[in-house]
């Protein structure tokens, strides 16, 4: 074979299993595409342009924009999208891969306008849904570019907002560890009351349970002593000293009274050490 000379001289080409070929006859697009294989072309009349038809990643540059909330993001993505009309992604547009990009930035930053910031955060299926759509509008029919997939990369937050939402999530910490801790004391009285309720039909219950924290603290191997009452004389004296307080009320009385004196009042002390009887009543001499 001379040097120089190969298939596409004389009008052989080789279109991959991943390529579309379209065929242009003095400028004009001839109707049909060239599948993959080998093909032939008249090299003097005709041209053959060969359209990738694989699934093409672009990453779209990070967007700053202000959400609906009026909060200042800066927003990136990936498109994936593939040609699904050769014809139509050479001719309806000159180079499809920067369009699809441009279509891709703004609008990404036309979504993050209409989301707010919660959204873009927690909801990104949804938001990468819509912004599928919206890409996918203006590509598949009249550029015959079909977006397959969008998903958004990163968010990123103003510092200010970082520490707002880090104060927002220490608070709500402590509110549910609060609400635990008051569930729990609650639980725990409802358990001491029924236990109270036990100890206080069986009076045995509460010495041995006084016996079994002696026997807990002793266990510690502490400085620490400890002197068991028993319940029985903690009650004894309960039972004495109500009793007790009722008879000194009625020894005073008792000693008031003189049963020497004729009358019923006794005698009364006076100043100066004389006694002052009660004046005789009727009858008495």
Do not use: C
Not at 117 to 138: F, T, Y
Not at 196 to 211: E, G, K
Not at 272 to 278: M, P, Y
């Amino acid at each position: 074979m001379l040097r120089g000379v190969g298939p596409g001289m004389f009008g052989f080409k080789i279109i991959t299993q991943y390529e579309k070929g379209i065929v242009f006859r003095f400028g004009r697009a001839m109707p049909g595409i060239r599948a993959a294989g080998l093909t032939w072309v008249n090299p003097f009349t005709m041209r053959l342009r060969k359209v990738n038809m694989q699934i093409i990643t672009t990453a779209v540059p990070a967007q700053e924009a202000i959400t609906r909330d009026n909060v200042t993001l800066r927003v990136d993505a990936v498109v994936y999208y593939r040609v699904v009309d050769p014809i139509k992604a050479v001719i309806n547009v000159q180079n499809y891969a920067f369009a699809v990009s441009q279509v891709a930035q703004t609008s990404l930053r036309s979504v993050i306008g209409q989301s707010n910031m919660d959204q873009l955060l927690s909801e990104r299926d949804k938001v990468n849904a819509h912004l599928k759509d919206v890409i996918d509008a203006p590509t598949e029919q009249p550029w015959g570019i079909r977006v397959e997939r969008v998903e958004i990369k990163d968010v990123s937050l103003p510092e200010s907002m970082k520490r707002s939402m880090s104060r927002q999530a220490e608070a709500e910490r402590e509110r549910r560890a609060r609400i635990i801790s008051a569930d729990g004391e609650y639980q725990a009285s409802k358990k001491l009351a029924q236990a109270a309720a036990v100890m206080t039909r069986d009076p045995a219950a509460l010495q041995l349970r006084l016996l079994q924290t002696v026997v807990e603290v002793a266990a510690e191997k502490n400085s620490t002593l400890v002197m068991p009452v028993p319940v029985e004389l903690l009650r004894f004296f309960d039972r004495v000293g109500p009793a007790a307080g009722r008879d000194e009320p009625a020894a005073a009385a008792a000693g008031d009274e003189d049963p020497s004196l004729p009358g019923p009042a006794g005698r009364a002390q006076l100043g100066n050490g004389s006694v002052a009887l009660d004046p005789p009543g009727p009858g008495r001499s």
